[in-house]
Nanobody, 125 residues
Framework: QLQLVESGGGLVQPGGSLRLSCRVSGFTLDYYAIGWFRQAPGKEREGVSCISKSGSSTKYADSVKGRFTISRDNAKNTVYLQMNSLKPEDTAVYYC??????????????????WGQGTLVTVSS
């Protein structure tokens, strides 16, 4: 059974940093692209970043480019999202999701194979 568990969320001041982790089990991470998505209160879910199976391709939403970095460690079955220079508008529940299709990745396609339960990130002073 495909399972993804996010961790690393919390309360941080504007300008601060957090690193989210997405640990997967029940499948070999090598065969899946992984995406990070978020949903703020009262807003629709949006794609944040994704990384291809090989790690050679990454994508970012315009709102996080230059501030967030996605990476993967297949040996640890874990994908990371390093978030720097956080802003109040980054406040949301962050989810990771797995996608077995293709060689690239997408942050606009939400029809994916499995989703985690989410971790809350709150950016506030």
């Amino acid at each position: 059974q495909l399972q993804l568990v996010e961790s690393g969320g919390g309360l941080v001041q504007p300008g601060g940093s957090l690193r989210l982790s997405c640990r997967v089990s029940g499948f070999t991470l090598d065969y899946y692209a992984i995406g990070w998505f978020r949903q703020a209160p009262g807003k629709e879910r949006e794609g944040v970043s994704c990384i291809s199976k090989s790690g050679s391709s990454t994508k970012y939403a315009d709102s996080v480019k230059g501030r967030f970095t996605i990476s993967r460690d297949n040996a640890k079955n874990t994908v990371y999202l390093q978030m720097n220079s956080l802003k109040p508008e980054d406040t949301a529940v962050y989810y990771c999701a797995a996608d077995r299709r293709g060689s690239s990745c997408s942050i606009t396609d939400f029809d994916l194979d499995a989703w985690g339960q989410g971790t809350l990130v709150t950016v506030s002073s």
